[in-house]
T-cell receptor, first 118, second 118 residues
Framework: AQTVTQSQPEMSVQEAETVTLSCTYDTSESDYYLFWYKQPPSRQMILVIRQEAYKQQNATENRFSVNFQKAAKSFSLKISDSQLGDAAMYFCAYSPLEEDGANSKLTFGKGITLSVRP | GAVVSQHPSRVICKSGTSVKIECRSLDFQATTMFWYRQFPKQSLMLMATSNEGSKATYEQGVEKDKFLINHASLTLSTLTVTSAHPEDSSFYIC??????????????FGDGTRLSIL
């Protein structure tokens, strides 16, 4: 079974600074997908970024980028120029490759609470 | 973009009551929907996978008779918490993917239901 580990329960960053959130996972599969979701106090789940395991290039979305190390099974999220609105709980998630993609389940890490200091 | 509507957003009821939560895909068809439970400051735990026109698949440790799931159409899945007790109080979230979507496409989440049993 796949597992996702986020070992840091909380982190804090100064506004405008950069912060990196760690995530490791365990799988025996070679093809899979990784996601970072953000859950602000409203508790709505918001997709931040995703990475296909077969791609060597790290995904980027504006101020958000990942450092994907497949051999090490590591998938960290870097937030640049942190903003107050980035304060939220962040979840790393794993999804296997399924023949029917609509059935692919997500396995979440425990999450990390990010606070942003003004 | 794809929208998942979850209703109600908040329920407070007495112990012993049965509570129904609806999850609707508003602009896409979903053969599969997922139901999660989340305790404060914790991760999303998958409870069950809801399949249109067939029985739901429950995760280990989830009581089928306690959490009844019905997925009668391609746009609606319901979760009924039967004879709810205070320990069932939690945040319940549903998600869905578009029929025919690929594994790398994200799940679309509802806004969640906060259930409080007195």
């Amino acid at each position: 079974a796949q597992t996702v580990t986020q070992s840091q329960p909380e982190m804090s960053v100064q506004e405008a600074e950069t912060v990196t959130l760690s995530c490791t996972y365990d799988t025996s599969e070679s093809d899979y997908y990784l996601f970072w979701y953000k859950q602000p106090p409203s508790r709505q789940m918001i997709l931040v970024i995703r990475q296909e395991a077969y791609k060597q290039q790290n995904a980027t979305e504006n101020r958000f980028s990942v450092n994907f190390q497949k051999a090490a099974k590591s998938f960290s999220l870097k937030i640049s120029d942190s903003q107050l609105g980035d304060a939220a709980m962040y979840f790393c998630a794993y999804s296997p490759l399924e023949e029917d993609g609509a059935n692919s389940k997500l396995t979440f890490g425990k999450g990390i609470t990010l606070s942003v200091r003004p | 973009g794809a929208v998942v509507s979850q209703h109600p957003s908040r329920v407070i009821c007495k112990s012993g009551t049965s509570v129904k939560i609806e999850c609707r895909s508003l602009d896409f068809q979903a053969t599969t929907m997922f139901w999660y439970r989340q305790f404060p400051k914790q991760s999303l735990m998958l409870m069950a996978t809801s399949n249109e026109g067939s029985k739901a698949t429950y995760e280990q440790g989830v009581e089928k008779d306690k959490f009844l799931i019905n997925h009668a159409s391609l746009t609606l899945s319901t979760l009924t918490v039967t004879s709810a007790h205070p320990e069932d109080s939690s945040f319940y979230i549903c998600s869905a993917k578009d029929r025919g979507s690929f594994s790398n496409q994200p799940q679309h989440f509802g806004d969640g239901t906060r259930l409080s049993i007195l």
